[in-house]
């Protein structure tokens, strides 16, 4: 488990920068699609998500960005899940509901506000940022664009004109249900930004005390 810790940490501080960019830029076009306004800012904007302004280095940034994300929301889960069944271990040893674990685990609050914002705000966006990042990835690389497509859709390699093309778009800007479902990944992709953050203070808080201890 002391690996997945590292990989989530060392991941985090490396790309952290990068998906915060990528996330509020990402919701700043998303609004803009939700209001159906073309105003200046949200065409700035898709051009930051794309390539931040780098030309194709700025775009190889995102795509292995994006790639690493991938294992830093999963090693997140992974360590959520650990934190869980440990919580509800120590729980049903005092004799209270075991139950109670998971509650405590996605309150925001728990165990203090910096940390439950940075444990549930990752635990409540980390399913749609995995539907964003997995439907990114067919963009970025490639490789895994032929297995997408050799997968769902043989007859296709990632054409506009294709079915597959545009479910993988609808699914990355969140317009598979409507109004509601980009609502929904609006606010998942303002929690995803809020990650980097906390994640941030949380390490400079712990360093701090170590430096101190």
């Known amino acids: 488990m002391r690996i997945i810790r590292l990989l989530h940490k060392w991941t985090g501080l490396i790309i952290g920068l990068f998906f915060m960019l990528s996330c509020l830029s990402g919701l700043v076009i998303g609004f803009g699609k939700l209001i159906d306004s073309y105003a200046p800012i949200f065409k700035l904007a898709k051009h930051l998500h794309k390539n931040m302004y780098c030309g194709a ?5 995102i795509a292995i960005a994006t790639l690493i994300a991938l294992i830093e929301i999963l090693t997140g ?3 959520w899940g650990r934190q ?3 919580l509800s271990r120590s729980y049903k040893r005092n004799g209270r509901n075991p139950r109670m674990s998971l509650w405590k685990n996605l309150n925001f609050r728990f165990p203090n506000k910096l940390t439950g914002w940075h444990i549930a705000g990752g635990f409540w966006s980390g399913i749609p940022l995995l539907i964003i990042i997995l439907t990114c990835l067919t963009w970025c690389f490639g490789w895994y664009n032929d297995i997408v497509y050799s997968l769902f859709d043989s007859g296709s ?3 506009w004109d294709s079915n597959l093309f545009h479910t993988l778009h609808n699914l990355h800007v969140g317009n598979w249900g409507g109004k509601s479902s980009r609502i929904l990944w609006l ?3 303002g929690l995803g930004a809020s990650l980097p953050v906390t994640g941030f203070l949380l390490f400079f808080r712990r360093l701090s005390g170590k430096k101190k201890h």
């Open 57 to 61: 280095i700025g775009g190889r940034i």
């Open 77 to 79: 889960y992974i360590l």
């Open 84 to 86: 869980t069944i440990a």
């Open 157 to 159: 390699s990632g054409s």
């Open 187 to 189: 606010l998942a992709v």
